[in-house]
């Protein structure tokens, strides 16, 4: 984004980063920005006391199980939510895991794009310039939008067995429409018990 800037709006910046996080980025580069930022985790300093526990056991039982941190742009204070969200989600594979996550990732890109583009769009901020890096609004013309219980249960082997062999049917050096599936086309939900099949199968 910094090498294609200026951007002549917000709606131009959010539709290029779209474009780049879905259609460009390597599947790598979605785990990466995953990596070090549990929202079960950081959940827990707004959680009460009877919560706590609870938020903890899933944050490890869904690491365990896909590989990444559960990423949600639902705000922390809203820690019961955040917590049915981790329950809801965990019964997924990772190929639809995955998708969840990138979107809610994206959603949360968005915020912060929404964020700075109000701090540059102040008095201060409204000069041009042709640094690299810097998003300047109206300097191009504008451009449209591309469009339980806390308690174990003995499950984090299967699970992590089940993550590993899920991990193997994708190149994380490519992007996801790189990656060529026998499920390609399916609908989430067809895609889902597929993947799920071919698992327990592994397994």
């Known amino acids: 984004m910094i090498e294609a800037s200026p951007f002549s709006s917000l709606d131009h910046a959010t539709s290029f980063a779209r474009q780049l ?15 070090g930022q549990s929202h079960l985790y950081r959940a827990i300093s707004q959680a009460p006391a009877s919560l706590m526990r609870e938020l903890l056991f899933w944050d490890r039982k869904y690491r365990a199980k896909f590989g990444f941190e559960f ?16 329950k809801a989600r965990y019964e997924n594979t990772l190929v639809v895991e995955l998708d ?10 968005e915020h912060g794009l929404e964020r700075l583009w109000d701090r540059l769009s102040r008095p201060n901020f409204q000069y ?44 994380l050096n490519k992007t996801p429409d790189e990656n060529e ?23």
Not at 25 to 35: G, N
Not at 100 to 109: D, M, P, Q, T
Not at 182 to 203: I, V
Request: charged letters at 25%.
């Open 128 to 171: 041009a310039s042709e640094t690299p890096g810097e998003v300047v609004p109206d300097s191009m013309e504008k451009e449209g939008v591309v469009s339980s219980d806390g308690s174990s249960d003995g499950s984090d082997e299967t699970t992590s067995a089940g993550r590993n062999y899920s991990l193997l049917s994708y190149d």
């Open 181 to 203: 599936y026998p499920y390609s086309g399916m609908s989430p939900g067809t895609k889902n018990a597929w993947h799920l099949a071919n698992w327990q199968h592994g397994t």
């Open 100 to 109: 969840v996550a990138s979107r809610e990732e994206f959603k949360l890109i």
């Open 71 to 86: 990423i949600t742009s639902t705000e922390l204070w809203f820690t019961q939510k955040i917590l049915d969200e981790a």
């Open 21 to 35: 996080w879905f259609k460009e980025s390597r599947i790598q580069s979605w785990l990466d920005a995953f990596s």
